[in-house]
Structure formats: C-alpha cells, structure tokens
C-alpha cells in the first residue's frame, strides 16, 4: 500500500519522523504480507498542532457545509467497499461474508445518522436568562483496537466532523491499513488539512503521547480495560476528557418461553461473531436449569456445523483470531475451563481438524460453567461460550451483573413485560432483546469497568461538544 510508510498530517502524506517500522501478519497463514511505519511522540506533536491550526477555522463551519462534507465521505466510502472489506478481512481475519456486508452496512448506516442528528441537532438553547451554547470540544485524540476496524473509527470520526472538532487518530497497530484507506477517503471528500491526521504507532509511545498531550482536549478509547485504565490515568494531569470504550464479560439470558431453537443458534453466532471476538458478545448463555440440557444439545449441534478456513472464502463462517498471543491466551482459557470442572462439550485446545497454519480456534463450547470458575468471569475474546443455569428470573438477573464489566446483555422471551423487567434490571450500556437488527440510535458503552460516556446515535454525538452557559443574555 502506497502511503503505508507515511503519515497523514495536515492535509498530506509526510514521512514519519523516525525511521522504525513493524510487520503485519495475516492471522490466517501467519506470513507477513505488509510493513508499516510506526510513529513517535514528535509525530504526534506535529499532528496534533495541524489539528489545533485547522479548529480555528473548521469549528466554525456551517451545519451546512459539514453536512455537505458527510454526505461527500460517503461518495468517497463506496468507491472504495471492496477494497475496503478485502483489506479488513486479511488485516484481521474477518470472514469476507461479514466484511462485505455488515461492516460496510454499519458504516453507511453511521453515515447516514450522523447526517440527520446533524440536520436536527439545536446547537444552543435558551434556559431562563441564559443562552446555553453546545460548541465542538477542540482537538480529539482518538486510539481504536483490531476487533472492528474501519467500523470503530467511523464511530469516531463521524461525530467529530460533524461537531466541528478537529483530530488526530492511532488505530490499532495491527489493523493500520484500514486507517490509511480512511485518511485517503477523507482527503478525496475534501476534508481540509488539518482536520483529520492519521499517525500510525503502538500504544505505549504513540498512545501514551496522545493521552498526555497538553494540547489534545479530549480521548476517545476504544480497546481493553487495562489499557483504559492506563489512558485515563495518562490523561488526568491535563483534566482531558476521556471516552472510553472497554471490554465486557456479557450474559446473554433465555426465558423459559423463548423459541430454544432460534434463540441458541442465536446466541452461538452473537458469541462466534467476529470470530468471537466482539466486545458485547454474549459469552456466557444463561438459561432455567430445567432446560440446560436441551439448550447444550442445540448449541453443540450449531458450533459444530461452523466452517473454519480461510477468511476470503464465502463458505467460512469462523475465521482465525487476531494473532499468536491472542491465540495462546484463549487457548489458555479453554485448559481453564477443563481444569476448573466446566463441561466440555464442543471444541476444545488446539486447531480444528485440518488446519496447520494460521491462529484458528475451535468453536468451543461450556456447559455447566459455575460463577467462581475463570471462564465465567474473565473476557476470553474468542469462539468459546459458556452455558451456565439459573433458578428464577430474580437468580437470572443477580447471575448476569455478577461481573466487573457491564458492557452489554442479551435477553431472548416471548412474554414482554418479563423481558421488560428483566432489562431493567441489568447493569449494562446496552440490552439486546429478541437478537435485534443493529440500530445506529442507540447510544454504545459500558457501566462500570466496560467504560464510561457513551458512542453512536445522539448520545455519543454529544460527548464532542461543550456546553457554555451565557448567563443574562435572554
Ligand atoms: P488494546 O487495549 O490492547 O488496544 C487498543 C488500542 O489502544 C490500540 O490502538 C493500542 O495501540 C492502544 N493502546 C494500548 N495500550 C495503550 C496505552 N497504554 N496508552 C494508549 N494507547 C494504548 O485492545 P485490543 O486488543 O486492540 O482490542 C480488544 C479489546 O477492546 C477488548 O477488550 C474489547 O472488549 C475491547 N473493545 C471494546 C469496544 C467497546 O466499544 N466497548 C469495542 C471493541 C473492542
């Protein structure tokens, strides 16, 4: 790729400032198929003073215009769907049947809201004597992870230059590829210079460098728990604001009048999504212990009917996961499961029958998964699902906010003022009830340690904005 050793800083491709660089891995054949140039602090600076310069003039910008400029990201965007899905597939693994169309449909739907929150949106409003003005944060430094790439940036991106801010982003250093597709779509939008810059890095120099950043007013995270907490630590001497989007260890609960059948093919493919590698998947399965058996039956049936292989084809629908740690550690969780007495009832340690080469994991399932045991309590982010029973709804509920996290939870039931009250009841961001189709509206995030603030949908639209108050001007 072209600008791959070069970054995208005040409206052009420049060479870095060091010299370093860092080899990607096709997770499928674990061969490198690319190089990147990896960033420094000074790189940073040089981005983040870009970002500063061009604010002056883009937060002032017209609804008008910035809608204008949305609505030519999207032009841009869809000249480019296959190269785009073809590249997130091999950077990441992502079966090509899913980076071909619900990411690029996830995208374009994100598009399309930010454009019409932008439509509507009242920038001021008036409160007693006081005129209460919403106007864009300033600079925003943004840091994504591997899981989701391109589909994470955007939910950043679109918000900021819709607001009126300015940025400066690090993707994932092993997803950078996507990042530069991104950086070369917005510059053929005509996004002026400076008001997006792409510097590529790993956390602890280039990250760590945007937390720090005196002049950056805000972060908005999306990665792990621990490295959150890093970036919020980071951050705080410079009182920046800082979104964070964080992992989860979400339960996904059947009611005893679901439609088993659906309802657990359903559950195994939210959990194997990504190639279990989603932050909201529903990982543990909770169901009334009278039918823990029939639901361990039907998951079996449906984890063993997935196609592992490579991710280009149509037919594979579980790819490989991110790379050789990745896969050491979920297999790590897998002998933890057999250890602590889980049930092992689908898959299990090694590679699937076949394959050699590349980081593929067997879909794995658990049964009989009990609280105290890891595989219940840690995010494994792999294909492998824990089924654990419950007694009453009362039972289900404490079971499922039994967790550090509160990213997400799934709740599956045809009796309504049951699935109602249950969701209530849930101490996560996000309820999924009856595996709904994705909507752009809703607001994304985490209680307790999945992370605070909130993205998409006109709650995460509003984390880029100020609020001034000026008071006996009504
Ligand atoms: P990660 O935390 O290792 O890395 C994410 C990003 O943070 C990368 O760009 C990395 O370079 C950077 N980073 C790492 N340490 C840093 C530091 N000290 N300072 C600044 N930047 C730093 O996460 P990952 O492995 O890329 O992604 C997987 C994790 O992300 C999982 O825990 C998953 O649940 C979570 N996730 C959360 C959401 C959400 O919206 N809540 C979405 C997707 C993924």
């Known amino acids: 790729m072209e600008n791959a050793h070069r970054f995208y800083i005040d409206g052009k491709w420049v060479e870095p400032a060091g010299g370093t660089t860092s080899d990607l891995i096709d997770p499928a054949t674990e061969k490198v198929y690319a190089t990147v140039a990896m960033g420094s602090a000074e790189d940073i600076d040089r981005a983040v003073k870009a970002a500063r310069e061009a604010f ?30 073809e590249t997130v597939t091999q950077e990441v693994g992502m079966p090509i049947s899913v980076s071909s169309g619900f990411l690029l449909d996830w995208c374009k739907l994100h598009i399309a809201e930010t454009i019409e929150i932008l439509r509507r949106y ?34 950043k991106i679109l918000p900021a230059l819709a607001t009126g801010c300015t940025m400066v982003l690090k ?8 990042g530069i597709i991104v950086a070369e779509i917005l510059h053929e939008a005509g996004v002026p210079a400076g008001v997006f810059n792409l510097v590529n890095g790993d956390g602890r120099v280039v990250g760590e460098a945007i937390s720090q950043h005196p002049d950056i007013d805000m972060v908005s995270f999306t990665g792990s728990t621990r490295a959150g907490i890093q970036i919020a630590k980071s951050a705080a001497d410079t009182i920046k604001r800082v979104v964070n989007e964080l992992g989860g260890k979400s339960a996904n609960i059947l009611l005893d009048d679901a439609d088993f059948e659906t309802a657990v093919e359903n559950a195994v493919g939210n959990c194997f999504f990504l190639n279990g590698q989603a932050c909201d998947a529903g990982t543990r399965l909770l169901v009334p212990r009278n039918r823990i058996e029939e639901a361990t039956n039907i998951a079996v049936r449906v984890a063993n009917g ?17 790379n050789e740690n990745q896969f050491k550690n979920v297999q790590k969780y897998i002998q933890s499961g057999i250890d602590e007495g889980a049930h092992l009832v689908a898959g299990g340690v090694g590679k699937p029958d076949g394959i050699d080469a590349g980081y593929f994991v067997k879909p794995t399932i658990f049964s009989d998964v009990t609280p105290e045991m890891t595989i219940y309590r840690e995010e494994i982010f792999g294909p492998v699902l824990s089924i654990s029973a419950y007694e009453d709804l009362a039972d289900a509920a404490r079971m499922a906010n039994d967790t550090v996290y509160g990213l997400a939870a799934h709740v599956t039931g045809k009796d309504m003022d049951k699935v109602r009250q249950l969701s209530r009841e849930l101490r996560a961001g996000s309820v999924y009830v009856n595996s709904p189709d994705f909507d752009p509206k809703a607001p994304f995030g985490g209680y307790r340690q999945s992370g605070n603030g909130r993205e998409c949908g006109e709650h995460g639209f509003t984390e880029f904005l100020e609020i001034k108050a000026v008071v006996g001007h009504g």
């Open 56 to 85: 002056a003039t883009y937060s002032r910008t017209t609804v008008e215009e910035r809608i204008g400029l949305l609505q030519k990201i999207e032009k841009a965007f869809v000249k480019r769907e296959r190269e785009i899905s």
């Open 122 to 155: 009242e920038f001021s409003e008036n409160l007693g004597t006081t005129t209460v003005y919403k106007e864009p944060i300033g600079v925003v430094g943004m840091i994504t992870p591997w899981n989701f790439p391109i589909g994470q940036i955007f939910t």
């Open 171 to 178: 993707p994932s250093q092993l997803t950078p590829l996507d």
């Open 306 to 322: 997935y196609v592992s292989g490579p991710p280009s084809d149509p037919s594979t629908t579980l790819g490989p996961v991110m």
